[in-house]
């Protein structure tokens, strides 16, 4: 039986893919408009085909290895909120969204995955979305499933919730269940971050390790036209400060010896998050290397699917798919 495969469009720093690769996928194509993060993917599998487009601009007649997939996944970038409704970016977003829709049209793929924020899957600011995938898709033969999954239920030490679209051909629809959570207890901020916290020495870091005693808030990476290396909006800032965490801003390393760590004296004597422990808090391998400078990886890194959502809903659909693949192939 030939494996299962996928195209994955905005792919950016990989964590989608490296979760469908990890469910037993195999990617006929990748793409991303940014060229770190092209970089990204082809320095952590150069044997991937990545492609250097918009996907606005992607034309799969141009590239038929796309046709004849699995699987289409669009982790598409997460930089929709209250705060950009009416800006550029939001509208680009809906666009990414619209296009989505529009490649099953061309490559037919057997099932489509779009993962975005919450609000995808129930807000009504997306109901318009929502109808216009229905209206373009249930006519070609799929049913829908929309739905919230959140990291933290799948080894991710963050509270990270993702909205999600599943459109299945009609006939395997019913052998398609949403994945359910993989751990009992969460992963903390201090679990995943203690160990690089002490490696150059810092006295203090199983200290701070029990203090930062909860999963991380949403990490944001924000978009190239705004959004600084910090670790998210004001609540976020506030929760982390609970933890002992500077998070309006990144280090360039982890402690060393000599760093004094006392909150009560103010954020210059709070941990600071490397990009590198951001990747972790997002449960990217350690091998997985990021390129760029610090804000353009912190960047890609917060807009990425952490790799365990991506495997959980890869074996979703590879339980709706295998063992059929081969019929499909054939018919």
């Known amino acids: ?47 991937w085909n990545v492609l250097h487009t918009d996907l606005l601009d992607f034309d799969p007649a141009e590239h038929p290895v796309s046709y004849d997939v699995d699987l289409l996944a669009a982790g598409l970038p997460r930089v929709k909120s209250s705060a950009t409704v009416g800006r550029t970016d939001s509208r680009t977003e809906v666009r990414l969204l619209e296009a989505a829709v529009y490649l099953v049209h061309a490559i037919r793929p ?26 373009e898709l249930s006519h070609l033969g799929y049913e829908f499933s929309w739905f919230v999954v959140n990291a933290v239920d799948f080894g991710v030490p963050q509270n990270r919730k993702q909205g999600v679209l599943v ?28 160990p690089s916290m002490a490696s150059r020495g810092w006295q203090d870091a199983a200290r701070w390790a029990a203090q930062a005693d909860r999963p991380a808030p949403t990490l944001v990476g924000g978009s190239k036209n705004r959004g600084g290396a910090d670790l998210g909006p ?6 982390w400060e609970t933890m002992g965490v500077n998070a309006h801003t990144l280090g360039d390393e982890v402690p060393g010896p000599e760093f004094l760590w006392d909150p009560e004296l103010g954020r210059e004597n709070m941990v600071k998050i490397t990009a590198e422990q951001a990747a972790l808090l997002q ?21 990425a699917t952490p790799p365990p959502v991506g495997e959980a809903l890869g074996r979703a659909f590879a339980e709706a798919l295998d063992g059929d693949s081969a019929v499909s192939a054939a018919g």
């Not at 964590?15 to 990204?40: I, K, N, S, W, Y």
């Not at 993962?115 to 995808?120: I, K, T």
């Open 1 to 47: 039986m030939r494996p299962l495969t996928f195209v994955d469009v905005c792919s950016g720093a990989g964590g989608l893919a490296l979760g469908l690769e990890q469910a037993g996928f195999e990617p006929r194509l990748l793409l991303d408009d940014d060229d770190l993060a092209v970089r990204t993917l082809r320095t952590n599998r150069p044997h």
């Open 110 to 135: 057997r099932a489509v995955l779009i993962e975005n924020v919450p609000g995808l899957a129930h807000s009504d600011e997306y109901q318009q979305f929502r109808d216009f995938a229905r209206a």
């Open 167 to 194: 459109a299945v051909e009609r006939h395997r629809a019913k052998a398609f269940r949403p994945p359910t959570p993989t751990v009992q207890e969460p992963k903390t901020v201090g679990a995943a971050l203690g």
């Open 234 to 239: 004001t609540g976020a800032k506030r929760t």
């Open 283 to 303: 449960a990217f391998p350690e091998s997985w290397a990021i390129t760029g400078l610090k804000t353009a990886r912190y960047r890609q890194i917060g807009q």
